[in-house]
């Protein structure tokens, strides 16, 4: 009984993820970060804006496969 109440203390002391919107790459289909969503409030954790995208996208090399391509703000997903 006290590993399983000793385990579920150190649950409780894990660091919380930030949360961020990702895209995923369209060659290596790899997942990789855009940007951070803000921690200062609940509000942005449950009901983040996506951010501001021009409108003929954006060019960015994915960090795990280098390759260049357009992202659009439909594409981006919301992670914790």
């Known amino acids: 009984m006290y ?6 203390f150190v649950w ?4 919380p993820v930030m949360a961020s919107w990702v895209l995923e790459c369209l060659n290596c289909n790899q997942k990789f970060e855009y940007s951070k ?3 200062s409030g609940l509000i942005n ?3 983040p804006l996506k ?3 021009p409108p003929d996208g954006v060019q ?15 594409q ?4 914790t």
Do not use: D, K
């Not at 590993?3 to 579920?8: D, K, T």
């Not at 960015?60 to 439909?74: L, S, T, V």
């Open 60 to 74: 960015m090399q994915c960090p795990n496969c280098g390759q260049n391509g357009q992202y659009f703000r439909h």
């Open 51 to 53: 951010p501001e995208m």
């Open 45 to 47: 954790y449950f009901q």
């Open 12 to 15: 409780w002391l894990r660091v």
């Open 37 to 39: 969503i803000s921690a």
């Open 76 to 79: 981006l997903t919301y992670r």
């Open 3 to 8: 590993v399983l109440c000793r385990q579920r």
